[in-house]
């Protein structure tokens, strides 16, 4: 069997499940039609090779498969760095965004904006993802809130999904605030969400699942439970925001509800602990935000694990509690912030992450058969990637056993010319 070939890599961090990363020292991997054929310690087999093989030196550099983002609102309109100053002045998010700001403020850019405007700047956003070694992303809607522009936020996710590298799984989150226009008028606004909007997204494919912020001020725990039953019976996975800064029952929530993953989490209870264990919900937590809220407070990551839940860790990007693209910021927030150790952190961006967007059988571990998305970072060992925070480490990625980006940039495909 002839293949492609990374020899001579100092670390690779298979990710499969079980204890561990998975870790093999100075091993090969082998790729074919896009998906991995072997992989092992020492040099790779001498029946691999062919005339046409290429070969990737990784010596001194760290091989993982490629990163999974499974938490962001990657589309949106505007920014909201004048908040700042309302947050150094002690404004609360929550207070921000009774005050018509926040959420609210990026709704109204979103509206605005045209769709052509909303896929330049998300594009954007994916290339530096894909520089940073994230290969699949999830992203909400959310920031539309009416009828058309969330079909207009859902359709650019999927437009940019059949040219872009990076693959998107699109969340429909029209729960993710109430709109000025049904102010006062939850119930309204719910049934307008699962009578109106849901059945469309449904038939055209849009989405495949439905999420809600359940907080408090927001989507009260009994109001997101209409939600994601309605969702449910229509043919939606869910996913939860179970933000809880004040613990509703939202990690209980989301194990009555079979959901695939709850988000978030940062106050669950022991009983709702227990209760994502027992129904195999993921915890997807995201340490960026509670460093950019500047909160105290953190997801208890490690009681997590101790209880047998499956941790991934996600960006959270979006215009107002995590600006940021970079997975490997967000590696360093979880060490220190919830004090994972590397292997669990790339695990939780991995594995992990494949389950908090239901796709573990196919990508999320180097293993014979799944999808050869690979990252090559010019770093010893996961733990440098850790400890050297804030600069990116990401050498080379493969996107389904093509290189995609290198050194820094991207590589120009067929598709670039694809007009916008
Ligand atoms: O735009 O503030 N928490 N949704 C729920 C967000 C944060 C995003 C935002
Ligand atoms: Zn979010």
């Not at 009416?146 to 359709?155: A, G, Q």
């Not at 195999?280 to 909160?295: D, K, R």
């Not at 360093?332 to 494949?354: L, Q, V």
Request: with cysteine; glycine share 10%.
């Amino acid at each position: 069997m002839k293949a492609d070939l990374i020899i001579n890599a100092s670390t690779i961090a298979c990710c499969t499940e079980g204890p561990g990363a998975g870790i093999i020292e100075n091993g090969y991997v082998a790729v074919k039609d896009g998906k991995i054929a072997a992989l092992g310690e020492g040099s790779a087999p001498l029946h691999m090779k062919g005339d046409n093989t290429k070969i990737i030196d990784a010596y001194g550099k760290t091989v993982s498969p490629g990163l999974i983002d499974s938490h962001t609102h990657l589309i949106h309109g505007g920014s909201r760095e004048k908040e700042l100053s309302l947050k150094l002045n002690g404004v609360l998010y929550l207070e921000i965004l009774k005050m018509g700001g926040g959420i609210l403020s990026t709704v109204r850019s979103t509206r605005e904006a045209s769709k052509k405007e909303l896929k330049l700047k998300a594009k954007k956003s994916l290339d530096e993802m894909l520089l940073h070694g994230t290969t699949t992303v999830e992203a909400k809607s959310g920031y539309g809130l009416d009828f058309d522009t969330e079909i207009k936020c859902l359709e650019a996710a999927a437009e940019l999904n059949a040219f872009h590298p990076v693959d998107i799984i699109s969340t429909y989150m029209g729960a993710h605030a109430v709109p000025e226009e049904f102010k006062g008028n939850t119930c309204g606004y719910i049934d307008f969400m699962c009578e109106k909007v849901m059945p469309y997204v449904k038939k055209n494919d849009l989405a495949e699942f439905v999420d809600v912020f359940c907080e408090e001020g927001v989507f009260s725990p009994e109001e997101s439970g209409i939600i994601m039953r309605k969702a449910k019976e229509q043919g939606f996975k869910l996913k939860i925001h179970a933000v809880e800064i004040i613990p509703l029952r939202e990690s209980e929530l989301a194990a009555e509800m079979g959901a695939v993953s709850a988000e978030h989490l940062l106050a669950a209870s022991d009983e709702g602990i227990s209760a994502m264990a027992k129904a195999g919900v993921t915890a997807i937590l995201l340490p960026g935000t509670s460093f950019y809220l500047m909160l105290d407070k953190y997801a208890q990551a490690r009681k997590m694990i101790e209880r047998g839940v499956r941790v991934a860790i996600a960006t959270d990007y979006n215009p107002g509690t995590c600006p940021t693209e970079n997975l490997q910021t967000i590696m360093t927030f979880a060490c220190f912030g919830m004090k994972m150790t590397p292997e669990e952190i790339i695990k939780g961006m991995t594995i992990n992450a494949a389950y908090g967007v239901d796709r573990a059988g196919e990508i999320g571990s180097l293993e014979v058969g799944k999808k050869a998305d690979i990252v090559i970072f010019d770093a010893p060992n996961i733990e440098y990637i850790v400890y050297h925070f804030g600069i990116n480490h990401v050498n080379t990625v493969i996107k389904a056993g093509k290189a995609v980006a290198e050194n820094g940039r991207i590589k120009k495909s067929q598709k670039d010319g694809v007009d916008l």
